[in-house]
């Protein structure tokens, strides 16, 4: 037997660490069952082939959960439910654990009698950190393990600038990314090679019943309470291997716990459907039309212009080899057929989108403390001004700058936000609120369906300009002439913002010039502008001047 630890890739399609330990036992090469007859022959006889499988599972670590959200929470449960019915389909079923890993990995294996565990890397910093103590407890315990890049095309350390550094200007990384051969997609496994639910339930059952400790030295129970306390220790980044002798897991076949069960409550915002079958359908009809039209539209955010597959990459319910496979395969129809001649262009723009992503996967990569930490020093540090009520009006979507508050309006709705609008909002508080860029990636963090650690502090800190590429300090958005540029009917602002239904486009985007008694004509539930935008650009000049010194 082997096992799979599935963290940030929910799905059974497209996924290296699952394949790979797939085929190795459709192979007979290696997995528990494989009797081994003396120190180093391992036979591949049928009765030792006939169990060998791979056990997927998964751990709500109590380290991962203290940082997470109402939201995101939410979703992960739904991402869970979609991949359990995955294995379902295959007559196998999701191991479902809760404590920390470092425990509860060495112990779920050896209820399995698995001789090895494998899991597909995690790029952020505090993940590679409880990775290393896993990886030291499975050492400690004889147990093998496996860990595979499968999250990005190109892993972190492999593009890298002639002089050998890690890339801090996208354009030169996109160059360098395009040219490089892509991995194909990874086979799905045979049903055959997974586990079947019974075994696993046997497993868990035989464990509940034995007095016998786990691998790491507790026991491990399938008590039917599976999500009732919290026996594990809460440091899941502490890097010794015996902390296992303490540690108690749960674990259960299928059983995943409630929002309530884990301490958070159902969110408001709506975070849609979720599963790789999802994905696929829109990847599919993404491609097939909207993706031929995507440059020139995909800073509108009334028009489905865009493939809305963050949330689904970011919790790997669509692999990201199938994905390019898929553009590349639209992009090789699109020069063959009578489409519009720059129909092969649109679609790179979308894979400059996927290299976005893998950019900023091998920033956080390279510079774990930019989670917290300027990427861009200034030499003075910059002075914010970090106005509550500004910050709380900004939160609420109340600002009086139409195109700022419908894009707040929709995170709090649909736990999403359109590109073109999540630009707009950062620059707004930070360079008109002169608000710290981490208010609003502690609040992104926390409201963002598809919040991702690397793309999310990117965005932040490219709009505060602080960041790796960031746009200059004296590029400030205007929030008038944006919200007329990209949304001039102001259908998406009227569709988060009622109060401004029934307002003329044009007094929408002059709300800003209207005098009080004006603007209480037009929309009175409507706020007046909480800063003027002209007087704010000046002082977020010369605040990021005074933090460059060259005051
Ligand atoms: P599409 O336009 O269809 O793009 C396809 C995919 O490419 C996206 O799903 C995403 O995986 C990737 N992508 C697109 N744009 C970017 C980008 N600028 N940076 C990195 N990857 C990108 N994206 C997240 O996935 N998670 C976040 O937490 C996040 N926070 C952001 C915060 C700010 C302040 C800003 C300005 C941008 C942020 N983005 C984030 C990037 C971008 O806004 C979203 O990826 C995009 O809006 C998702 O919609 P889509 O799937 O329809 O994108």
Redesign the pocket.
Known sequence: MELFWHRRDLRVADNVGLAAAADRVASGDGGADAAVTDDSAVTNDADATVDAAVAPVFVFDDDVLAHASDVRVRRLLDGLAALRDDYRERGSDLLVARGDPVTAIPAIADTLDADRVGWNRDYSGLARERDAAVRRALDANGIEREAHHDAVLHDPDAIRTNAGDPYSVYSYYWKKWTDREKADPVPTPDAEAVADSGRLADAVDTVARSDSPGAAGGPVADDGDAWGDDATGDDATGDDAARGDSGIVDVAVGDLPSLVDLGFAVPDADVGPAGTAVARERLDNFLDEAVFAYEAE?DYPAREA?????TF??YGEIGIRETYAATAKAMAAAESDSRAEDAPEQVEE?QQ??A??EF?AQVLFHNPEVVTANYKAYEEGIEWRDDPEEIAAWKRGETGYPIVDAGMRQLREEAFM??RV??IV?SFLTKDLLADWRHGYAH?RER?A???TA??N???Q??ASTGTDAQPYFRIFNPMTQGERYDPDAAYIKEYVPELRGVDPDVVHGWHELSPTQRANAAPEYPHPVVDHSERRERALAMYKRARGED
């Not at 865009?306 to 963050?310: F, G, P």
């Open positions: 995909r865009t493939s809305r597959l963050s990459l970011k979308f989108q996927l976005w992503r900023y359109h590109n999540r630009m950062a992104f963002l598809d919040h991702d793309n999310d990117g965005g932040w490219w709009a």
